[in-house]
């Protein structure tokens, strides 16, 4: 099996720490044949993009480096999900603009009602010592994701279970139905094997990722490939996977 593209990498345009440029001579660098730029959503506190109009300037800027190496570059959003509905910080006419569509939890989001970042995503931080809140935040969390999931046209939603507790049986349930696949993000240390056991469960799909904020992170994979054998996922159950 092997893995040609990684669709998940920030930039100055978000939280990164290069511009698409360097990423991309990064990815040529590892032999990928395919990048996404995925920068965050503007609620994201202190890490998203300045305004979604952005996403429309970074694809005119991709077209010009797919031209100029032997990349394909896409473009894409890491949407936060903003609220318990399972709304994205991310118009819908944007959304429709992009190549890959990515949801995720992240603790430092503003809320869509603004009422909710004090309800249940401040709870997330401040709640974790004591076990009854941190369930009803885990149930709240799975809501969430799952109604993000059920709204939206995802292609998968980012590191479930990393930040934010979630069910991964309901997260994977909702994935089934929908046709969203599951992240196994190499770029964080967590139990990614609970992600991909969930998945197998459920015949979802699944995508290895960097989740790169530096150059020399894009296409480092291995950690993923490593658990994609362990488990023996087949090629045709990962997105950015080829059986050669």
Not at 157 to 177: I, K
Request: glycine share 6%; net charge negative.
């Amino acid at each position: 099996m092997r893995l040609y593209a990684d669709w998940h990498m920030h930039t100055i345009y978000s939280d990164g720490h290069a511009t698409p440029e360097d990423m991309v001579i990064a990815a040529a660098k590892r032999g990928l044949d395919e990048v996404a730029i995925t920068d965050h959503g503007p609620r994201g506190m202190f890490i998203g993009v300045r305004d979604a109009q952005v996403y429309l300037e970074i694809k005119q800027e991709a077209a010009r480096l797919s031209a100029k190496y032997p990349v394909r570059v896409l473009v894409g959003a890491e949407a936060n999900v903003i609220g318990l509905n399972g709304e994205l910080d991310i118009p819908r006419q944007i959304i429709e603009e992009l190549d890959i569509v990515i949801a995720g939890l992240h603790p430092q989001v503003w809320c869509v009602p603004w009422w909710e970042t004090f309800t249940w995503i401040l709870p997330n931080q401040v709640g974790r010592a004591t076990s009854l809140v941190r369930e009803r935040m885990r149930e709240a969390n799975t809501v969430a994701l799952v109604e993000a999931i059920r709204r939206n046209p995802l292609t998968f939603v980012s590191h479930p279970d990393l930040m934010m507790a979630v069910d991964l049986d309901a997260v994977a349930g909702a994935c089934a139905e929908s046709g969203c696949a599951m992240e196994i993000n190499v770029g964080h240390r967590y139990y990614r094997d609970e992600v991909v056991r969930a998945a197998l469960r459920r015949d979802v799909p699944l995508v290895v990722n960097s989740d790169a904020h530096f150059p020399k992170n894009v296409g480092n994979l291995a950690e993923g490939a490593a658990l994609l054998e362990k488990y023996n996922v087949p090629p045709e159950q990962v997105l950015n996977a080829r059986k050669h």
